[in-house]
Structure formats: structure tokens, C-alpha cells
Nanobody, 128 residues
Framework: QEQLVESGGGSVQAGGSLRLSCAAS????????MAWFRQAPGKEREGVAA???????SYADSVKGRFTISKDNAKNTLYLQMNSLKPEDTAMYYC??????????????????????WGKGTLVTISS
């Protein structure tokens, strides 16, 4: 059964850093597209960062230069390194994996991916 489990969220002050992890089972992180999304209260889900099978990455303008997406194929784990955090980064962060059929298409930076598997999220709170 496909499962994505996020961890690493927490509360930090503005300017701080966090590293999110997404442990995958039943889903390989080396599939076409893996991504991080976030959703703040009262706002729509936003694609934050994506990485595809060849290692190419794409970022939302709001996080470019501050966030880095990466993956460890051997550990089947996806990461999101978040630096220079701002209060507006406060949100629930979700890990997602693409699906060949039946996924919903999202734009993450310049990359369009059909996402079909989702984790339950990890909460990131940034205080000013």
C-alpha cells in the first residue's frame, strides 16, 4: 500500500531553518515527480517544490533561493530544506508523489505534475 509520511515540522522564529522529510513506502521517490505542497489556513494548496526522476528541480517563486528539495533513492525519502524562514511560510506541508493515471495536475514552479499520492502533512509555524 502506498504511504507517504512527513516529519520535521515544528515552530521556529523567522530567519530560522527546518528540514522536512517524507518517508515513502509502496511508492518510489525515483518516480517521475515528487513534490512538496503547503496549505495555510484559509488559503489554497500551493505547490512549493518539485523534483523529477532525472533530478531536475522546480520551485515556487515565493521560496526560490530559500528552499531546497532533494531525495535519497536508497532511503526512499524526500526532503525539503527550508532556510531563511518567514512568517508567511507558516502552513501545513504535504509530500506528494505523481501517478501515471488518475492523478490531479498541479503546477509547481515551472513544472506540471499529476499528483496521485499524498501524505497527511506536517505543521510548520514561523513566529516573527
Amino acid at each position: 500500500q502506498e504511504q507517504l509520511v512527513e516529519s520535521g515540522g515544528g515552530s521556529v522564529q523567522a530567519g530560522g531553518s527546518l528540514r522536512l522529510s517524507c518517508a515513502a513506502s509502496g511508492v518510489t521517490v525515483n518516480r517521475y515527480c515528487m513534490a512538496w505542497f503547503r496549505q495555510a489556513p484559509g488559503k489554497e494548496r500551493e505547490g512549493v517544490a518539485a523534483i523529477v526522476s532525472d533530478g531536475s528541480t522546480s520551485y515556487a517563486d515565493s521560496v526560490k533561493g530559500r528552499f531546497t528539495i532533494s531525495k535519497d533513492n536508497a532511503k526512499n525519502t524526500l526532503y525539503l530544506q527550508m532556510n531563511s524562514l518567514k512568517p508567511e511560510d507558516t502552513a501545513m506541508y504535504y509530500c506528494a508523489a505523481s501517478r501515471a493515471f488518475g492523478g490531479s495536475r498541479y503546477l509547481i514552479g515551472e513544472r506540471s505534475c499529476a499528483m496521485g499520492y499524498w501524505g497527511k502533512g506536517t505543521l510548520v509555524t514561523i513566529s516573527s
